[in-house]
C-alpha cells in the first residue's frame, strides 16, 4: 500500500454554495461524513488531515517579498488536506470519485507521497 | 457521531435570532453571513475532524467569536441593535453582551419578536409565511417553492422585499406594544395558513415539516405570558389533534386516505393528548373563537373509537357555531358531510345543495367529491362517477387526482357487478 494526498480544492462563490441553505448544508455534511466514514471503513484513511484557513501569506523569491494570498474569488483555493492509503494511483483516483466537493464544482488533487524507500 | 436531522436548520433560527438581537434587524444580512460563515467552517473541520458531542454548541462558539470580530472591525461603520446602545462600544461590556444574546431565553425571546415582526400587517400573508418559513424555521427558497407550488425566483423575490421591509426599522416588534393584540391574531393566522398548507400540501418531504414548524412555533407563543391566551392554546391544540392524523392520512405511496377510512390506530397517540390538554387549557375566559371551535371538532373526531363511534350530532353542533362566526363555503361543505353522516346521504345532498357561494367552491375538488360520495351511498352509481370525474379533472395536486380517479374506477367497477 502506498500514501496519497488529497487537495482540496474550491472557489469561495462554490464553498458558500455548498453551505448556502440549511438543508444544503445538512445534506453536504452528510455525504461528506459517510464518504470519510467509508475510506475509514474500508481502511484507507490514513490521516483525516486538517482545513486550512482560506487566506494567509504568501512569501516569494530573493526579496522574501510577503504578500496577501491566495488571492482571487474566482480561484481555486486549496481548503484542506487528507491522507489515504491506496493501492496504487488508480486506486486513489477511485475512491476520490466520491469526494462530495466534486458535485458543488471543486476538485480534489491527488498525488502520490514519495517513497522514501528504495 | 452522527447528525440529528434538523440540525442545520434549527440551528440557522436560532443563530439568525442570537444575531440579529444584536446587530439589529437592519443587519440581517449581515447576521446571515456570519451564520453562513459558522456553517462552512463546520464542514471543513468536521469533515476531517468528525462532528463535536455538541454541534449545536460548536456552531454558537463559532458564530459568537466571529459576531465579536464583526462588531469590533465595523463599530464605526455600522449601527448596531439600538437596544445595546453604547455597550457594544466598550470592550468592558462588548462581551457580557454578546454572552446575553446567545442565551437559550434570550434566543427565544428572540424568535418571538422576530415572528411578529415577519407578520407585518403591510405585508401579504405570502409573505408574511415566507419569510416566517425562511428566517424563523431556516427552510430554503428552493423548499418554500416546492411547498407553495411556486418557482424559486418568485419566492426569493418575495422573501427579498419582504427582508427589505424589515429592515426599514432597526428594531424588532415588541411585544409590550399597545398593537401586541392586534398583531398576534395576524400572527396565528400566518401559522395556521403554514399548517394548512403542510397538511394539504403533497411534497411528502416537506409537509409533515412544516406542520410540525407551526406547532412549534405556536408552542412558542405559549411560554410568553403576553401571547398565551385561550385562543392560542386553542390553536396549538387544534394544530396537534390534526396533525396526528398525518401518519394516516397518506400512506407510503402518497396516497390520499380520507379521515373516514383512515386507519385509527395509526393516529399519533402522543399528539392526540398533547391536544387535548391544551384545549382543556385553552376554556378559560369568555371569548369561543373558531380556534377553539376548530380544536373541538377535531378532538371529537381524535377520541372517537370509529367512524360509527364519532359524535356527529355534536360534530355538526360545533359546525353550525363556526357558520355563525366564521362562515365560509369550505366549512359549510365539511358541516355538510357531518350532516350526511349523522341522518343519512340524502340529508347530506340537501345540505350540500343548501350551501350558499357555491360558486366559490368552482375550483375546490371536495365538493363535487362529497356530492359524489353521498350519490354513491344513495346507489346512484352514474351520477357518483360523473361527480368524481369532474372533482378529478379540477384536482390541485398529484396526490389529490389520484384519489378522486380512484373513487371513479371503483365505481365503475360498481356498475359492471350490479345488474341493471
Redesign the interface.
Known amino acids: 500500500m502506498s500514501h496519497f494526498l488529497y487537495l482540496y480544492r474550491m472557489t469561495e462563490k462554490a ?2 454554495d ?9 445534506d ?3 455525504r ?2 459517510a464518504w ?1 466514514h467509508d475510506l475509514q471503513a474500508k481502511g484507507h484513511l490514513k490521516d ?4 486550512l484557513e482560506r487566506t494567509g501569506k504568501v512569501v516569494r523569491g530573493q526579496q522574501k517579498s510577503v504578500t496577501d494570498g491566495p488571492y482571487t474569488e474566482a480561484k481555486d483555493v486549496v ?2 488536506y ?1 491522507i489515504v492509503d491506496a493501492r496504487d494511483i488508480d486506486q486513489a483516483v477511485e475512491l476520490s470519485r466520491g469526494c462530495p466537493i466534486l458535485d458543488g464544482g471543486g476538485s480534489v488533487e491527488v498525488r502520490p507521497v514519495m517513497k522514501m524507500d528504495f | 457521531m ?2 440529528s ?5 434549527r ?2 433560527a436560532r443563530l439568525i435570532a442570537a444575531l440579529t438581537r444584536i446587530f439589529g434587524v437592519h443587519n440581517l444580512p449581515l447576521a446571515e453571513d456570519v451564520v ?1 460563515d459558522a ?13 463535536p458531542d455538541n454541534p449545536a454548541a460548536w456552531l454558537m462558539a463559532v458564530a459568537k467569536h466571529r459576531a465579536l470580530d464583526v462588531v469590533r472591525r465595523e463599530q464605526t461603520a455600522r449601527t448596531f441593535a439600538p437596544e445595546y446602545g453604547r455597550m457594544l462600544e466598550s470592550e468592558w461590556t462588548l462581551v457580557p453582551a454578546l454572552d446575553e444574546a446567545f442565551r437559550l431565553s434570550a434566543i427565544q425571546d428572540e424568535q418571538l419578536r422576530m415572528m411578529f415582526t415577519c407578520c407585518h400587517p403591510q405585508l401579504p400573508e405570502e409573505a408574511q409565511i415566507a419569510l416566517v418559513l425562511n428566517i424563523l424555521c ?6 418554500i417553492a416546492s411547498a407553495f407550488l411556486a418557482s424559486r425566483a418568485a419566492i426569493e423575490k418575495r422573501i427579498a422585499r419582504g427582508k427589505k421591509m424589515l429592515a426599514a426599522s432597526p428594531r424588532l416588534f415588541d411585544l409590550a406594544d399597545s398593537d401586541c393584540r392586534a398583531r398576534l391574531s395576524t400572527v396565528e393566522r400566518a401559522l395556521y395558513l403554514l399548517f394548512n398548507e403542510g397538511y394539504h400540501g403533497t411534497d411528502t418531504t416537506v409537509r409533515g415539516d412544516l406542520c410540525h414548524e407551526a406547532i412549534r412555533l405556536g408552542s412558542l407563543l405559549l411560554e410568553a405570558p403576553r401571547t398565551a391566551l385561550p385562543e392560542t392554546f386553542a390553536l396549538v391544540a387544534l394544530m396537534c389533534l390534526q396533525a396526528a392524523r398525518l401518519p394516516a392520512r397518506l400512506d407510503a405511496a402518497g396516497d390520499l386516505t380520507p379521515l373516514l377510512e383512515q386507519e385509527r390506530s395509526r393516529w399519533d397517540p402522543q399528539l392526540i393528548e398533547h391536544g387535548l390538554s391544551l384545549l382543556d387549557r385553552s376554556a378559560t375566559g369568555d371569548v369561543l373563537t373558531p380556534y377553539h371551535l376548530e380544536a373541538a371538532i377535531a378532538a371529537a373526531h381524535a377520541t372517537a373509537r370509529s367512524v360509527d363511534d364519532t359524535d356527529w350530532r355534536q360534530i355538526v353542533e360545533l359546525y353550525d357555531h363556526l357558520m355563525e362566526a366564521a362562515p365560509s363555503p369550505v366549512i359549510a361543505l365539511s358541516r355538510a358531510i357531518a350532516v350526511g353522516q349523522r341522518d343519512g346521504p340524502r340529508a347530506g345532498l340537501d345540505a350540500l345543495a343548501s350551501i350558499d357561494e357555491t360558486d366559490r367552491l368552482g375550483r375546490y375538488p371536495f365538493y363535487p367529491a362529497a356530492i359524489g360520495e353521498m350519490q354513491r351511498r344513495l346507489g346512484d352509481v352514474d351520477a357518483a362517477t360523473r361527480n368524481f370525474s369532474a372533482a378529478a379533472a379540477i384536482a390541485r395536486n398529484a396526490a389529490e387526482r389520484r384519489f378522486l380517479e380512484r373513487r371513479v374506477s371503483e365505481c365503475s367497477a360498481a356498475t359492471k357487478t350490479t345488474p341493471p
Open positions: 464553498r458558500q455548498a453551505m448556502g441553505e440549511p438543508q444544503r448544508a445538512q453536504n455534511m452528510q461528506w461524513i470519510m483525516g488531515g486538517q482545513p481548503g484542506g487528507t | 452522527e447528525l436531522e434538523p440540525l442545520f436548520r440551528e440557522h453562513q456553517f462552512c467552517r463546520a464542514l471543513e473541520i468536521w469533515k476531517v475532524r468528525g462532528v431556516g427552510f430554503g427558497a428552493s423548499e
